[in-house]
Nanobody, 122 residues
Framework: QVQLVESGGGVVQAGDSLKLSCAASGRTFGGYSMGWFRQAPGKEREFVAAITWTVGRTNYADSVKGRFTISRDNAKNTVYLQMNGLKPEDTAVYYC???????????????WGQGTQVTVSS
């Protein structure tokens, strides 16, 4: 069974940086896509970024392109989300997700972590 555990959230000021981590376990992840999503209060969960495990192909939401970077460490089975230039509108619970295909990596995830809170004050 795939398990995903996020860490690294916190309270920061606008313009600061944070790096989220997602520790993945339960199987080998070759052939998998890994994603980061977020959900702000009163809003639906939205796609943030994704990466394919083996090749490292990435995809980003327009709202974070140029500020956020997704990466993975295959040896540590960990996916990261480096967030720079944070804005108050980035405030949300951030979720790590996984799925066992390389297609349409912006949607269709079936494994989810418990989430980590990111709060950006102005």
């Amino acid at each position: 069974q795939v398990q995903l555990v996020e860490s690294g959230g916190g309270v920061v000021q606008a313009g600061d940086s944070l790096k989220l981590s997602c520790a993945a376990s339960g199987r080998t992840f070759g052939g998998y896509s890994m994603g980061w999503f977020r959900q702000a209060p009163g809003k639906e969960r939205e796609f943030v970024a994704a990466i394919t495990w083996t090749v490292g192909r990435t995809n980003y939401a327009d709202s974070v392109k140029g500020r956020f970077t997704i990466s993975r460490d295959n040896a540590k089975n960990t996916v990261y989300l480096q967030m720079n230039g944070l804005k108050p509108e980035d405030t949300a619970v951030y979720y790590c997700a996984a799925k066992s295909t390389y297609f349409e990596i912006r949607r269709g995830y079936n494994y989810w972590g418990q989430g980590t809170q990111v709060t950006v004050s102005s």
